[in-house]
C-alpha cells in the first residue's frame, strides 16, 4: 500500500503528536515523594516534637497573673514542628503546634501570645549575634545565622545580618502596619493549637541540611524586642521567677525546639555569669524517593524519544 506524500506528512504529525502527548502525560504524572494528602504537593522535610508541659524556660517560671493569660499555662507549650515544601510552587511551610491558642487581643492572625524567632544557618558565614537583643539568650558559634525569621499575631518578618536591626518603619506598637521586613506573600491559617505559615521559597532559599533555631516567647508590643520580660515577684504582665537568682542574663525564652527531656531546663538554667547558649537542630537533606526518580526518568526518556523522533521524521520527509 502506497501514500501520497500529503497522507504520510498527516500521519507522521498524528504519529509525533502521539508520541508527544506520552511525553506530556509521564511528566505530569510524576508524583511528590510523601504526598501530605492526595491532592496537595507538600513533601516533609522534617518534623519534630518537643516534650509537653515545659513552657516554663528554666523550669521555674510562671506565667503572668492577669485573667488574659489564663489558663497560666499551654499558651507557650510548642508540642511540635514540621517544614515541608511545596515543590511546585515553590513554598516552604511551618506548622507550629501549640498546646493552647488564644487570642485575647484580637490579632491579625488568631494568636496573641506566642512570638516565634527561627534562626537558619543555611551557608558558609553569616551572624552568630542575634538580630537585636531580648530574648536573652546566646546561638552556638559553629552555627551562625543567614536568614532570620519572626512571626507574631500580627506580622511575619525577615531578616538578614547585613540588614541594620534599627531600621524601623511604625516598628514599635502592636499595631505596626509596615516595617522594612515585611514578607509579601506570607499567609497564616491558625486552627485549634496549630500555626501554619506559608513563605515564599525564594526568600529563604534552600534549607534541606540547614541547621534551625526555634525559640518562643511571650509578644509584648513594649517589651525589649517584643519579648514579655520577667520579674522576681508575681505580676499581672511580667513572667514571674519562682526561684532567687539574678536576673541580669535571665533568658526570656520560655520554650524552644528541643526534642530531648530536661535538655531545655539545664540549657536555660545556665546563666550565672552569661546569657545561656542554645544549640539548634538540623533541618534532613532531601533525598527522592524510588518512585520519583523513577518516574521523572521516564517522563524525561519520554521527552528525548519524541525529539529524536521529530528530529528523524522531519529529516526523511524533507529528503523526499
Do not use: C
Not at 536573652?136 to 540588614?163: A, C, F, K, Q, Y
Not at 522594612?180 to 491559617?189: K, Q
Not at 535538655?263 to 550565672?272: G, H, I, N, S
Amino acid at each position: 500500500m502506497q501514500f501520497s506524500d500529503h497522507s504520510s506528512k498527516k500521519l507522521t504529525l498524528i504519529f509525533l503528536l502521539f508520541i508527544f502527548l506520552m511525553g506530556m502525560t509521564a511528566a505530569d504524572q510524576v508524583p511528590a515523594a510523601e504526598p501530605e494528602t492526595s491532592s496537595s504537593n507538600m513533601i516533609v522535610l522534617a518534623e519534630f516534637s518537643d516534650p509537653p508541659g515545659d513552657d516554663y524556660g528554666p523550669g521555674y517560671y510562671s506565667y503572668p497573673n492577669h485573667n488574659v493569660f489564663a489558663p497560666q499555662k499551654e499558651l507557650l507549650d510548642l508540642l511540635s514542628f514540621s517544614l515541608k515544601r511545596d515543590l511546585r510552587r515553590n513554598i516552604y511551610r511551618f506548622e507550629f503546634e501549640f498546646g493552647r491558642l488564644t487570642d485575647p487581643w484580637d490579632s491579625r492572625y488568631g494568636f496573641s501570645h506566642p512570638l516565634i524567632h527561627l534562626y537558619f544557618d543555611t551557608k558558609e558565614g553569616g551572624s552568630s549575634e542575634l538580630f537585636r537583643e531580648g530574648a536573652n539568650i546566646r546561638l552556638n558559634p559553629e552555627h551562625s545565622w543567614n536568614r532570620h525569621l519572626r512571626i507574631s499575631g500580627w506580622w511575619v518578618r525577615l531578616m538578614t545580618p547585613e540588614d541594620d536591626p534599627w531600621d524601623m518603619t511604625r516598628d514599635l506598637n502592636i499595631d505596626a502596619e509596615t516595617s522594612p521586613w515585611d514578607v509579601e506573600g506570607a499567609e497564616i491559617i491558625t486552627e485549634e493549637g496549630l500555626i501554619r505559615l506559608d513563605i515564599p521559597g525564594e526568600k529563604l532559599g534552600r534549607l534541606e541540611g540547614a541547621w534551625i533555631y526555634l525559640l518562643i516567647g511571650a509578644f509584648d508590643p513594649f517589651g525589649e524586642d517584643y519579648f514579655r520580660g520577667l520579674q522576681d515577684y508575681p505580676t499581672n504582665w511580667s513572667f514571674h521567677a519562682t526561684r532567687d537568682v539574678d536576673l541580669d542574663y535571665a533568658p526570656r525564652v520560655i520554650d524552644y525546639l528541643q526534642e530531648e527531656d530536661g535538655v531545655q531546663e539545664k540549657t536555660l538554667a545556665d546563666f550565672e555569669n552569661d546569657y545561656p547558649e542554645i544549640r539548634p537542630v538540623k533541618i534532613p537533606e532531601r533525598k527522592d524517593s524510588f518512585p520519583e526518580t523513577f518516574f521523572l526518568v521516564v517522563a524525561l526518556s519520554y521527552l528525548l524519544a519524541a525529539v529524536l523522533i521529530i528530529a528523524g521524521m522531519q529529516y526523511l520527509i524533507f529528503r523526499s
